[in-house]
């Protein structure tokens, strides 16, 4: 008697028409809206923290045009709750479906903006912050996870949504600015943006291809199973914190102290710009994965990291930060008055490098995990990975505190 063949799994039902189209549109979306709160925070950082003082007094013994407090503090009020968020989430998220995660996230974003916009004093608008930071990682995670469950286009595009976040906040809050919008007043489009995030998960994106809740495939691993995914994880999310320590230092610790006083932009418009071009080359990195693909992220580590990277701008701070006191020399004209164009070149080039290593850390290092995890534990390893920039970004904000402690002196 012939030994029966085993039966194949049934093939996954075919997608509905145009659903790769709605879900690369909505996970763009997701991506855009869950990220420009923290953008916008980033963006509005020293409008957030500037002194209500004339600009001739000094607020600090230093040579610096330093405000009293360091943007790496704004840095770490939008990046502690995510990190608190994702360091329980891959133990308890678990036990709460995605459709509750994501009205959760939507209505702490709404409150972030409203609290800032209020514009009730510093303390109010750091906690707005800490609510745009709680939004943040509550949505990275839950996104995350389930783009994992789709094609290759849902982490795909969640992550050019994302860099696009960049471009967009820093583009948008600078805008306002310029045509004479206050801070309150700026961030009071942003209101929109939960909205479009309901609208975007409910009604555009499609249903995954496999059920993922309740509950989802993580519960069931047990803690063996559970360390042995964290471990693969490590070789794609070491390399990505190393990347975000260092650029976030540098943009959040060093580049408040970056001020050339001969140029026409003051030094708030001088900083928004950094930050523009810098988001720019984030958009573009981690819109290129249908283009490019690295499986090796450490080298994306070592290349920030280099002499090109941290160090040239730990000189660019320390030489080339002039002195904001006293008469400034007039150079206008002369060799002096046209190199202050070329230095804030110089360094818009350099910044805009370093959004291009980060951004394509982050995209090629959460497609990897998602390739490489086992199917069972694959929304489990990105929300375990997703904890890597966050980390890196922490980091990066104490360590700003401490430069501008060592920089802008009290006194």
């Known amino acids: ?37 923290y953008v916008l925070m980033l963006s509005a950082a020293r409008d957030i923290l500037q002194p209500p003082l004339p600009p001739q007094v000094s607020v600090n013994g230093s040579r610096y045009d330093c405000n009293p407090v360091s943007t ?35 209505l702490c974003a709404w409150g972030s903006f409203a609290l800032v916009a209020s514009a009730a004093g510093m303390a109010v608008s750091l906690g707005g912050v800490v609510l745009a930071s709680a939004a943040s990682g509550l949505g990275e995670v839950t996104f995350l996870a389930l783009a994992s469950t789709y094609p290759r286009v849902g982490v795909s595009c969640w992550s050019s949504g994302t860099g696009a976040a960049g471009v967009g906040g820093a583009l948008a809050y600078g ?8 801070l309150p007043h700026a961030l ?24 993922t809740e309740p509950p989802p495939p993580a519960v069931g691993l047990t803690p063996r199973e559970k360390w042995g995914v964290a471990k693969g ?29 001969a140029s026409a932009l003051t ?19 981690r819109s290129s994965l249908r283009c490019f693909r690295l499986r090796r992220v450490w080298v994306l580590a070592l290349l920030q990291l280099c002499p090109i990277a941290l160090p040239h701008s730990v000189t660019h701070s320390l030489i080339h930060s002039l002195p904001h006191r006293g008469a400034e020399r007039p150079h206008p004209i002369g060799r002096r008055g046209r190199a202050v164009p070329a230095r804030i ?67």
């Open 72 to 106: 790496g503090a704004v840095l770490l009020a939008d990046i502690l709750p995510t990190l608190l968020i994702k360091l329980v989430a891959p133990f308890v998220v678990h036990l709460l479906p995605y459709n509750p995660r994501v009205i959760a996230a939507a």
């Open 267 to 285: 030094h708030s418009e001088q900083y928004r710009w950094y930050q523009l071009i810098y988001q720019v080359g984030v958009f573009a990195s």
């Open 345 to 411: 070149g110089r360094r818009l080039r350099h910044g805009g490098g370093e959004g291009l290593l980060g951004g394509a850390a982050y995209a090629n290092a959460f497609l990897n995990v998602a390739e490489q995890a086992p199917p069972h534990g694959r929304e489990f390893a990105m929300t375990v990975a997703s904890v890597a920039d966050t980390a890196g970004i922490a980091l990066a904000g104490g360590a700003a505190l401490g430069a501008h402690g060592v920089f802008c002196p009290r006194g």
């Open 188 to 211: 009071l489009p942003a209101l929109a943006l939960p909205p479009l995030t309901l609208l975007s998960y409910f009604f555009l994106l499609c249903p995954p291809p496999r059920p």
């Open 1 to 37: 008697m012939a030994e029966q063949e085993p039966l194949l799994p049934a093939p996954p039902p075919p997608e509905p028409p145009g659903a790769q189209w709605r879900n690369g549109a909505a996970f763009w979306l997701l991506g855009l809206c869950n990220n420009l709160p």
């Open 233 to 261: 994880v490590v070789g794609q999310a070491g390399p990505l914190a190393l990347v975000y320590f260092a650029e976030y230092f540098i943009n959040q610790g060093l580049l408040e102290l970056l001020y050339f006083p």
């Open 175 to 182: 805008a306002l600015l310029q045509v004479g919008l206050p």
